[in-house]
């Protein structure tokens, strides 16, 4: 009695009922690997949900090796995986973070932290400036002009305006030698 994931290379342990108000939950089986390498390898049950995706009309087989969580924790944990990656696309992409500073649960949790609000206050400039970046390419400039001078606001609302450069008011710089 096998499934249909690969080549038969599963037997149906168990099947459950699943919830009828949760109609994107098409089914949740408890599985054994039947294969002579697999089933040695993983000889424990494993769990199949299978999920109906209203955005692209398919069906999604979701395998897990967690027989606590409902089948619809396990769906909505595959939907939220989505949020993830694209977070951490980000991190990579634009702040071109290649790896961790620091490797401990405490090191990787602080550096989740200041790169979401890093990209917060990123987003929020970008949604408040009256020109309309592209938000790699606002990074890219910020880089550039890091320790530039200028009154952020304005150059985020006209990045390309020339601005004067007139001499600082009088008695607004310390004089090192009077």
């Known amino acids: 009695m096998g499934g249909q994931l690969g080549r038969n290379i599963h037997q149906i342990a168990e099947s459950y ?25 993983y000889p424990k049950h494993l769990r199949i949900v299978k999920v109906y995706d209203e955005v692209n009309d398919s069906e999604l087989m979701l395998l897990t090796n967690n027989m606590n969580w409902t089948a ?31 490797t401990s649960p405490n090191a990787v949790r602080i550096q989740m932290w ?3 609000i ?7 400039m970008k949604a408040k400036a009256k020109y309309p970046w592209h938000l790699s390419n606002l990074i ?16 985020l609302d006209k990045p390309f305006v020339k601005r004067s450069n007139s001499p600082p008011i009088a008695g607004s710089q310390l004089s090192l030698f009077d």
Do not use: P
């Open 17 to 41: 009922l699943t919830n009828t108000s949760q109609d994107h939950i098409l089914s949740d089986q408890d599985i054994a690997l039947t294969g002579f390498y697999t089933s040695k390898n």
């Open 72 to 102: 619809d924790t396990i769906s909505q944990l595959y939907k939220a995986r989505w949020d993830v990656e694209v977070f951490f696309k980000h991190l990579k992409q634009l702040f071109r973070v290649k790896s961790f500073v620091g």
């Open 114 to 116: 200041c790169s979401m």
């Open 118 to 124: 890093a990209i917060l206050l990123l987003k929020y």
């Open 140 to 155: 890219s400039f910020l880089r550039l002009n890091l320790f530039s001078k200028i009154n952020l606001w304005n150059w």
